[in-house]
């Protein structure tokens, strides 16, 4: 007999636990399952150094802030903690080692068929909380199979204690990048970073403030007024990177969200270093050799190691038809996560101004809200025939 479930949500990472709170808060029955063996199981594979880049009072779950102790910018395990003590205050406890292959809709439109690595279920409603960083993006150049030094992804990556005085290159100037880099030259490693195109640079506080702060109050404004107040903002707190190889965008830098899908690299720390030398800015990539990477600029150097902090994407593709309706050009959700096709959500997909767990908060509340809503006009429409006249 398939197992009938009112709402299952698929994935226990901050998305996945923010919509079980509202659920919860709201008296609507769930299931949510996880295919790892943990709470947010990515935060447990980050990186060892890997911080909040937003600070904790705007990165917050519905119904529990941080803890007053944590720091302003809580690092990879205090995370791991909140998000722990999120699940035990509102009582989620997910299904751990639930891999869902597939989401299809009822013939009769009344729900959703979950194929899993168990069996199937029928849910009347889906929440696809599994996100933007869901299969690593690894891009391929002439001669990367005989490169003989150690490749690997950016999601593989702990710390930079083994390639002390070592060479390494870290490929994307993205937050995961920037930082892995950091993290390599204050362990001894001899680090370049690998900036392929322009790229907005923004400090993590910003004249005394936290990012999402000014942030919030840009986002306010007219696309290209909040752009021109950013870009001299960013001109007093950053100034001109360009002798040190990192060029600027033609477009402003919330622009570059809205439209682009890119997020500008919060400095925590690696400008300093490019600036003293320690972490090299080298251009894009032409082919690898045995032992080494050639540039586009035909240059060359030796690593043992070569890091590809090169992103990631939905995989959405993998559970849905047609996934491609759902989502814009860079994974962003359409619709705000509440899908045209009936009882279909999806949250955490998403690249905001202000800081995606806030995003994931607001989100959270927005479908909770319209799920609760849809179960009691389902209820009233099934007892209305009942009635009498």
């Known amino acids: 007999?398939?197992?009938?479930?009112?709402?299952?949500?698929?994935?226990?990472?901050?998305?996945?636990?923010?919509?079980?709170?509202?659920?919860?808060?709201?008296?609507?029955?769930?299931d949510i399952v996880e295919r790892e063996r943990a709470i947010a199981p990515a935060w447990h594979r980050h990186y060892d150094r890997l911080h909040l880049h937003t600070a904790k009072r705007f990165s917050s779950l519905p119904g529990m802030a941080f803890p007053r102790d944590a720091p302003t910018y809580p690092a990879r395990a205090q995370v791991i903690d909140y998000l722990t003590a999120y699940a035990s205050r509102f009582g989620i406890a997910p299904r751990f080692g639930v891999t869902v292959t597939r989401l299809e809709p009822e013939?009769?439109?009344?729900?959703?068929?979950?194929?899993?690595?168990?069996?199937?279920?029928?849910?009347?409603?889906?929440?696809?909380?599994?996100?933007?960083?869901?299969?690593?993006?690894?891009?391929?150049?002439?001669?990367?199979d005989g490169y003989a030094g150690e490749l690997l992804h950016s999601s593989a990556?702990?710390?930079?204690?083994?390639?002390?005085?070592?060479?390494?290159?870290?490929?994307?100037?993205?937050?995961?990048?920037?930082?892995?880099?950091?993290?390599?030259?204050?362990?001894?490693?001899?680090?370049?970073?690998?900036?392929?195109?322009a790229l907005h640079v923004t400090r993590r506080d910003t004249l005394g403030l936290p990012t999402p702060v000014p942030t919030i109050a840009l986002a306010r404004l007219p696309l290209g007024l909040a752009d021109v107040i950013?870009?001299?903002?960013?001109?007093?707190?950053?100034?001109?990177?360009?002798?040190?190889?990192?060029?600027r965008p033609d477009y402003g830098p919330l622009r570059g969200i809205v439209e682009h899908?890119?997020?500008?690299?919060?400095?925590?720390g690696t400008l300093a270093r490019i600036k003293r030398g320690d972490i090299a800015v080298r251009k894009g990539i032409e082919r690898f050799d045995r032992d080494a990477v050639v540039f586009v600029d035909d240059s060359r150097t030796a690593y043992d190691a070569v890091v590809?902090?090169?992103?990631?994407?939905?995989?959405?593709?993998?559970?849905?038809?047609?996934?491609?309706?759902?989502?814009?050009?860079?994974?962003?959700?359409?619709?705000?996560?509440?899908?045209?096709?009936?009882?279909?959500y999806l949250i955490g997909f998403a690249t905001p101004l202000t800081g995606l767990l806030r995003e994931?908060?607001?989100?959270?509340?927005?479908?909770?809200?319209?799920?609760a809503d849809s179960r009691q006009r389902s209820a009233r429409s099934t007892i209305a025939p009942a009635l009498p006249r």
């Open 360 to 371: 994931i908060s607001a989100a959270a509340r927005r479908i909770g809200a319209h799920i």
């Open 308 to 344: 590809l902090a090169t992103g990631y994407r939905p995989g959405l593709e993998r559970l849905l038809d047609d996934a491609e309706e759902l989502v814009d050009a860079h994974g962003r959700a359409r619709h705000g996560g509440i899908a045209p096709r009936p009882g279909l």
């Open 261 to 268: 899908g890119r997020i500008p690299l919060i400095d925590i």
């Open 157 to 197: 990556y702990r710390n930079g204690a083994r390639w002390r005085d070592r060479r390494v290159l870290v490929v994307g100037a993205g937050n995961s990048g920037a930082e892995i880099a950091l993290d390599l030259a204050e362990h001894g490693a001899r680090a370049d970073l690998c900036v392929r195109a």
């Open 1 to 30: 007999m398939v197992r009938q479930l009112d709402t299952l949500i698929v994935g226990a990472g901050p998305a996945g636990l923010a919509v079980a709170g509202e659920l919860r808060a709201r008296g609507v029955p769930f």
């Open 107 to 144: 013939a009769d439109r009344s729900g959703w068929r979950v194929r899993t690595d168990q069996g199937d279920w029928v849910a009347e409603r889906a929440v696809v909380a599994t996100g933007l960083n869901a299969v690593p993006v690894t891009p391929r150049w002439p001669g990367m």
């Open 230 to 247: 950013a870009q001299a903002t960013l001109k007093l707190s950053v100034g001109d990177l360009s002798p040190w190889g990192i060029a």
